[in-house]
């Protein structure tokens, strides 16, 4: 057996079905769209091969009956902490301009790349950690999960801040290293690192399938 297949069988053994769900994290307009909040000054191109990937990952999961779980930012003018207000104002940005991604029931905070099948479960957060004022973990508990194969955006941000809450939470954490961006590689590269160091096994899409016994587009 070579290490690839020895790789591939360890990593079978840990995201089996009944105990597995990947999580979705900000994959929306206003982050991952050129006409999003975002698309005007940043180069969405940098993010879109994972967008691709991301989608190829729920897909497999959806094949192989894992669940997926979307986790997206949804904010209103009264989730704007004074905090949160104040940081942005202190970095020399206007908070009622720059607070007002992902507006909910605005275009920004829908959904892009993958989406929600019908019955599947979405999260809404209002900071960068999925966990954080949320329900998510008693719903995965009540699924039977403790292990979670992560995507999403941005890598150095919500994905870090939620995959760091599931170690806490003590959940068996993957990301799926190639269905992750930031918008400049080097904070994409430097945080894949640290939660490697501290919080995550890394893997990738095809291999995720692999384990599934899944075909995958990507």
Request: aromatic share 6%; charged share 20%.
């Amino acid at each position: 057996m070579t290490t690839t297949e020895s790789a591939i069988d360890d990593l079978k053994a840990w995201i089996t079905p009944s105990r597995t769900a990947v999580l979705v994290i900000d994959m929306q307009v206003d982050f991952a769209s050129p006409d999003g909040a975002l698309g005007s000054y940043v180069d969405m191109g940098l993010v879109q091969p994972a967008v691709a990937a991301a989608e190829a990952l729920a897909d497999a999961a959806r094949a192989a009956g894992v669940p997926v779980v979307f986790v997206g930012l949804f904010t209103t003018p009264e989730t704007d902490s004074s905090a949160w207000r104040e940081r942005l104002r202190r970095r020399g940005g206007d908070p009622d301009a720059e607070s007002a991604l992902c507006r909910v029931g605005q275009p920004g905070a829908d959904f892009h790349g993958p989406r929600p099948a019908p019955g599947e479960m979405v999260i809404g957060k209002t900071r960068y950690s999925g966990f954080l004022g949320t329900d998510l973990d008693a719903r995965l508990k009540a699924l039977g999960v403790d292990t979670l194969v992560v995507a999403g955006l941005t890598t150095e941000c919500c994905v870090d801040s939620t995959v760091r809450d599931a170690f806490d939470l003590d959940y068996h954490v993957f990301v799926a290293a190639d269905a992750c961006a930031a918008y400049e590689t080097d904070l994409h590269v430097a945080s894949l690192k640290m939660m490697a160091l501290n919080s995550a096994i890394l893997t990738d899409t095809s291999s995720i399938a692999e384990a599934w016994g899944v075909r995958t587009r990507t």
